[in-house]
């Protein structure tokens, strides 16, 4: 069998004779593979922005409830009562005040050693 080089490319077309219609379907599928991908994408990086602004708004509320718990429980009157509650204070009524005053010093006298 002698090969020459007239008959090669007929050789090589008739080897590529069944692989044709793919050659034909491969730009259809590979429109429709990117297609289908993109759509995926598209969908999972939604699904991710939806999750992310659900936890956005959870911990702006969570934020927003912190800091009016720190106003409120930073008040006087909220330490007072907790304090009376803890160690079982009673308010203090007029006739139960201790009160406390402080005496300016006593000036000191000059000594008679010097003459």
Do not use: C
């Not at 759509?39 to 934020?63: M, V």
């Not at 509650?85 to 201790?98: A, C, D, E, K, M």
């Amino acid at each position: 069998m002698t090969l020459s080089l007239k008959s090669f490319p007929k050789m090589v077309f008739e080897f590529l004779e069944p692989l044709q219609g793919l050659v034909l379907l491969f730009p259809f599928l590979g429109f429709f593979f990117f297609h289908v991908w993109q759509g995926l994408e598209k969908a999972k990086l939604q699904r991710y922005i939806h999750e992310r602004t659900t936890t956005k708004e959870e911990l702006k509320r969570k934020n927003d409830e912190l800091k009016i718990g720190i106003v409120s429980y930073t008040s006087a009157e909220r330490i007072e009562t907790l304090y009376r509650r803890t160690y079982q204070f009673l308010p203090i009524s007029l006739g139960n005040r201790t009160v406390t005053i402080e005496l300016p010093p006593i000036p000191e006298l000059p000594s008679k050693s010097n003459p």
